[in-house]
């Protein structure tokens, strides 16, 4: 695949999904311009760039790109040969569940047996068809809880945008990010899987049960998703001609993540006007205390967990082939990142 070269030289491309992301805070308090900046290069954001370049969101085909967002994505582009670096994991619960109409006798997992489930229908291409893999996966975990598997239901496909776009919170409406309740209200499905501010809004809005809450098992492994973890990549031109602008990069992800711990008022408004939601939303959403853990990390565990998720994609049709994840990490950015942090350079 061939990449877009797009100024790589003169400009450092950023991308996120309207998501809690210590990158999206250091975005928003203009510390990741400042540093850019710094380093002699300008910063671009793909969600206010034209069509030709925010569609980089999903395949990763630009020199000067770091992406911080949903794993399907970019595992999936990965997995189509584009050359890219993983270089932090973050995981914030984002309010997984699976909702039911308002007079459905569903009560937990063991109960999902039988039922119509909503699966998003393929989108354009793989990348693009993360709504599906969310809602599988979703379901997956959900039916492993009551001892179910993905066999004990029927999927019922649902309408979903074939090629979604990247948005300016700011220039776009809101986008849509709960499928399948129009279905659902109709009858034509029993069941939705659906995640963050805005779906909370939304199901409160039509009156939809949560039947299972994802988030109340302990155990990360049934709450894998497109979202959890979250991976940072790069375009590896970028690491190996500008590292010290991954670095940078992260270091001021880091700064932010300190900094969200004792403003949790500031993260939330920012957050409203990253996911496109309202204060009610956010609130719902992210449970509390989720402010204080926004690092990056490559630690063992988070590895362990995109692993569980490549292996599922890579399981149900997502991807154009395995492969080796250590291969695609890379640790040393980071390590360098919390080093710049630690000197105190990184908020000079």
Not at 108 to 121: E, H, K, N, Q, T
Not at 235 to 246: C, F, G, I
Not at 248 to 276: C, I, K, M, P, Y
Request: hydrophobic residues 45%; charged residues 25%.
């Amino acid at each position: 695949m061939t990449a877009v070269a797009a100024t790589s030289l003169d400009t450092l491309w950023y991308t996120r999904c309207p998501v809690p992301t210590a990158s999206g805070l250091a975005h928003s308090l203009g510390w990741l311009a400042d540093a850019a900046a710094d380093a002699g290069v300008s910063l671009g954001v793909l969600q206010e760039a034209g069509p030709e370049l925010a569609v980089r969101h999903f395949d990763h085909q630009l020199l000067g790109l770091v992406r911080e967002g949903g794993n399907v994505p970019a595992i999936a582009a990965r997995a189509q040969g584009s050359s890219t670096r993983l270089v932090g994991l973050t995981w914030i619960d984002e309010s997984q569940a699976v909702v039911v109409g308002p007079e459905s006798a569903v009560a937990g997992p063991s109960d999902l047996a039988g039922l119509r489930i909503g699966v998003p229908a393929w989108a354009q291409d793989q990348a693009r068809s993360f709504p599906r893999a969310m809602a599988l996966h979703g379901f997956a975990n959900a039916l492993r809880l009551g001892g179910l598997t993905l066999a004990d239901v029927t999927a019922v496909e649902v309408d979903v945008e074939r090629n979604p776009q990247v948005r300016s919170a700011v220039r776009g409406s809101r986008r849509t990010t709960t499928w399948g309740v129009d279905e659902l209200l109709r009858g034509d499905v029993d069941a939705i899987y659906v995640k963050g501010a805005r779906a909370q809004e939304v199901a409160r809005e039509h009156g939809l049960r949560v039947a299972v809450d994802l988030d109340a098992t302990d155990a990360k492994r049934r709450r894998v998703n497109n979202g959890t973890p979250r991976p940072i990549t790069v375009h590896a031109d970028l690491l190996e001609s500008r590292p010290e602008l991954v670095v940078g990069f992260l270091a001021q992800s880091l700064r932010a993540a300190d900094w969200a711990a004792d403003n949790l008022d500031r993260v939330r408004e920012v957050l409203a006007r990253e996911t496109l939601s309202g204060p009610e939303g956010v609130a719902a959403a992210y449970k509390d205390g989720f402010h204080l853990d926004l690092h990056p990390s490559l630690s063992d565990e988070r590895v362990e967990l995109i692993d569980i998720q490549k292996q599922f994609l890579y399981t149900h049709g997502f991807l154009a082939a395995d492969f080796d994840l250590e291969s695609w990490v890379a640790r040393e950015p980071l390590e360098r990142a919390r080093e710049l942090l630690a000197s105190g350079r990184a908020a000079s």
